[in-house]
């Protein structure tokens, strides 16, 4: 029988608000801390009831639905992206944010039906931002519609990444690289702490593109169908198609755009958990 995209939608939907109130309910709490690979790979009770709480609120309706999420990839089941449908998940996209009380961390969830992306919500409840998108059906923010700035001159764009959760050597010299790089060439860089919403960012036209190396599925699946909803490009750091599962992405309002920042960034190719 054919998936109901627009039942599997809403049920998620009242599921992520949930989920929200208590993440909105706990951001200016102190919170327990665990450190997974480093001192600033964090990890909550917060991260481990969202997580819970969307995995079981979807597995009741949805029996035979799979997983690819943060904290269940953590403890160390391997990450596979297999044809069946599969709902991937950060419960709390910018951790280091929620630790801090800084007010911008996320809910990111996508559901892919053999390796296509269906459904994204990125959702920050603490402003109350509730980015959405179905395939074919355009982006939102809080219901309304959003498009991509078109910006395709390099020399006019802001930019969003991250400093990520390693500090391995060569990864913090590329990383320096190409923020050098950026700051003498366009208008800025900006770096909201999540991924997710940096590439909400740049599907909202706030910013014009994104890129960042080590990220993890989770973090970039919803933004992906997010950004290519609202008009922009999501591709490969190196120019060719986006992999999810690379831990590599670059998106960006225009493709012209992308194209002068896939000629601009050095590149690093990161291991599969580092």
């Given at each position: ?5 627009d ?7 009242g ?8 993440i909105a ?7 327990r801390?665990?450190e997974?690979?480093?001192n600033?790979?964090l ?10 709480m ?11 639905h ?6 269940e ?14 709902w991937?998940i950060d419960?709390?996209d910018g951790?280091?944010n929620?630790?801090h ?6 809910i990111?969830?996508?559901l892919?039906?053999?390796?296509v ?15 959405t998108?179905r395939r074919?059906k ?7 519609p959003i498009?991509v700035s078109?910006?395709?001159?390099f020399?006019r764009a802001l930019?969003?990444t991250e400093f990520?959760?390693s500090?391995?050597?060569?990864k ?7 923020i050098?790089?950026?700051v003498?060439?366009i208008?800025?860089?900006?770096s909201?702490?999540s ?9 909202l036209?706030?910013a014009d ?11 970039i699946?919803?933004?992906?169908l997010?950004v290519?909803?609202?008009g922009?490009?999501?591709l490969?750091p190196?120019?060719?198609?986006l992999?999810?599962?690379?831990r590599r ?5 225009s493709q012209?755009?992308?194209d ?12 599969p958990?580092?």
């Open positions: 029988m054919a998936l109901n995209l039942e599997c939608y809403e049920h998620v939907l599921l992520v608000e949930t989920a929200g109130s208590l309910s706990r951001n200016s709490q102190r919170k801390v665990v997974k690979s480093s600033i790979d990890l909550t009770e917060t991260d481990q009831q969202v997580e819970r969307l995995m079981d609120g979807i597995t009741a309706k949805y029996p035979d799979k997983f690819i999420g943060e904290e990839t953590s403890e160390g089941k391997k990450a596979e992206l297999t044809d069946a449908p599969t991937i419960p709390v951790t280091m929620f630790v009380s800084f007010p911008h961390s996320c990111s969830i996508a892919l039906v053999e390796k992306a269906e459904i994204a919500i990125i959702y920050n409840p603490i402003v109350g931002q509730k980015f998108a074919g355009g982006a939102f923010l809080n219901g309304n498009r078109g910006e395709t001159v020399e930019a969003t990520g959760t500090r391995e050597e060569e913090t010299r590329v990383v320096l690289e190409n050098g790089k950026l003498r060439q208008h800025g860089l900006r909201l702490g991924a997710a919403l940096n590439m909400a960012m740049v599907a036209g706030g593109f994104n890129y960042e190396f080590g990220i993890h599925a989770w973090d699946a919803a933004g992906d997010l290519r909803e609202a922009g490009v999501c490969d190196a120019g060719g198609p992999d999810l599962m690379s992405v670059l998106c960006a309002s012209a755009l992308a002068k920042v896939v000629e601009t960034l050095t590149q690093y190719y990161p291991e958990r580092d």
